[in-house]
């Protein structure tokens, strides 16, 4: 039977925003040698599938560092330290796209690990079918363009390599589930 192997010391090697490199000391359940891991210290991450009353989805497209591409997906972010995932959801379809949701009407409808082979946060997926529109009020890091797109165009999108985003991809699936459970 698996063991979790023991945490022996953990030291911060680099710090940075959004993340931290963590080393971390193990010992091994079976032969007792110790080993060392480099972890992702991230901030977990909530995202919104928000539906309007025409039942579109609402998209977003923003440039993206790590890919040096715009790349189309759902309104996210990450969640301050100590914020509650429904919370920091529903903050961040109102900062990117202007849209409002009450918080009755935000239901979680699934969550993920990042890669737990080297990241210790978690993805909170949502989902708003009555959201309101507002003002955007973007990060300085953020230029959003929105869209709304039938369900069908956004299968389009996914098979057609238009929304690549792992945690995008997961999040439609968690709505699939959610519609066979509803």
Sequence with gaps: M??????????TIFMSLPFNLLKKRYLNPITKKKFTAFVLDAPDWANIIAINDKNQILLVRQFRFGTDEINLEIPGGCLDKGEDPKKGAQRELREETGFNVDFENLKQIGVVD?????????????LAEKISSGEQDLDPDEIIEFEFASQEQVRKYIRNGQITNTYIIAA???????????
């Design 2 to 11: 698996l063991e979790n192997w023991k945490l022996l010391k953990v030291k």
């Design 114 to 126: 990042a890669n737990p082979a080297i990241q210790n946060n978690k993805c909170y997926t949502f």
């Design 172 to 182: 439609f699936h968690w709505l699939a589930l959610h519609k066979e459970l509803s």
